[in-house]
Structures are given as structure tokens and as C-alpha cells.
């Protein structure tokens, strides 16, 4: 099997949105958090997809 970066989400598990007053992070629908998909099938690789992964992004800040 070969494995890419899924391209919806640009392998980072989690569409990025913005609303009107927060950001809105989801799981991404396909790779389903797993952030890559197999080239053939397109789906995440299974033992991946059933792990618990977090849906939410908590992005990390530089201290300066």
C-alpha cells in the first residue's frame, strides 16, 4: 500500500473554517482525522481511522 497527503484537508486532519466569531475546526471527512489516505482506495488507512483522534487544532505560539 502507499499512502499520500490528503488533499482536502492538506494533511492536517482537520478542515480549517472561519465563523463569524470563532474559528471552526472538523475532522476532515475524508482521511478522517488521519491526515493521509491510500492513492488507490482514497480512504485513511483503517488502523488509523479508528484511533480517537482530536478534532480540535490548538495552534502553538512561539515565545519570543
Not at 482536502?8 to 473554517?17: F, K, P
Not at 493521509?36 to 479508528?50: C, K, L, R
Amino acid at each position: 500500500m502507499s499512502y499520500q497527503k490528503c488533499p482536502v484537508c492538506n494533511g492536517l486532519g482537520i478542515i480549517l473554517s472561519v465563523g463569524f466569531t470563532a474559528n471552526i475546526n472538523q475532522r476532515c471527512s475524508v482521511c478522517k482525522g488521519a491526515k493521509i489516505i491510500d492513492e488507490q482506495t482514497g480512504v485513511p488507512p483503517q488502523d488509523m481511522s479508528q484511533k480517537n483522534i482530536k478534532q480540535e487544532f490548538t495552534p502553538t505560539y512561539k515565545n519570543e
